[in-house]
């Protein structure tokens, strides 16, 4: 899996948008961006996913460059809600066998903080 | 309400003292999982199963045991608890062909003294 970096955190304002960014300059060609939330001690949580072209979804919108090197998480409006580690990681769509597992590993992320 | 849930949220135990954590989803996922997370050492797959009757060690899987004999549950057995074992733990589930999805329950503190 292609390796991810993000800052470790971030603050944003209630109500304004909250851009995540994420590298991702070793990705391959078969490998999609995935995005997922931890609010503190709770599951975490999938937000979206995307190969090349934007996405966007009641959550979120991702961002990706055209080069795939890089992209960014968009909450339009951001909440208190909001306030949650966010992560990025980079993988295949799907298990290349049908009996692969597919275990989740997640980086430090981004320490998202929403200031009322 | 797709979900998975966990039962239950919090557990104080003592050593030695067999113990089970539930899991259940009801979106009909073949795919399901329990990982531990500790601080510093973030998530780590406990147990998977890719199907009823079909299970297989994660990364940590010592002192753990797992069934699936229906889809929608998958418990988590600690025969004989240890303080080592004290954690949060999550179950998630993912539908077959889009296992990089997984829906989390909403997590269980363990606390072994």
């Known amino acids: 899996d292609a390796k991810t970096t993000q800052p470790p955190s971030m603050d944003c304002a209630e109500g304004r948008a909250a851009n995540l960014p994420c590298n991702h300059s070793t990705i391959s060609g078969n490998e999609y961006v995935y995005w997922y939330r931890q609010i503190h001690s709770q599951g975490p949580q999938y937000i979206i996913h995307g190969l090349k072209n934007n996405e966007t979804n009641e959550m979120a919108s991702l961002i990706i460059t055209e080069d795939r090197k890089s992209s960014t998480l968009i909450l339009p409006h951001a909440t208190l809600r909001d306030t949650a580690v966010y992560y990025c990681?980079?993988?295949?769509?799907?298990?290349?066998?049908?009996?692969?597992?597919?275990?989740?590993?997640f980086g430090t992320g981004t320490r998202l903080t929403i200031i009322p | 309400e797709a979900q998975v849930t966990q039962n239950p949220r919090y557990l104080i135990t003592v050593t030695g003292k067999k113990l089970t954590v539930t899991c259940s989803q009801n979106m009909n996922h073949e795919y399901m999982s329990w990982y531990r997370q500790d601080p510093g050492l973030g998530l780590r797959q406990i147990y998977y199963?890719?199907?009823?009757?079909?299970?297989d060690k994660g990364d940590v899987p010592e002192g753990y045991k797992v069934s699936r004999k229906e889809k929608r549950n998958f418990p988590l057995i600690l025969e004989s608890p240890s303080p080592n074992q004290t954690s949060l733990y999550f179950c998630?589930?993912?539908?077959?062909?889009?296992?990089?999805?997984?829906?989390f329950g909403a997590g269980t503190r363990l606390s072994v003294l």
């Open positions: 998630a589930s993912s539908p077959g062909v889009a296992r990089n999805i997984q829906y």
């Open positions: 199963s890719m199907n009823v009757e079909v299970t």
């Open positions: 990681i980079v993988r295949v769509l799907s298990p290349i066998s049908n009996f692969g597992n597919e275990k989740l590993t």
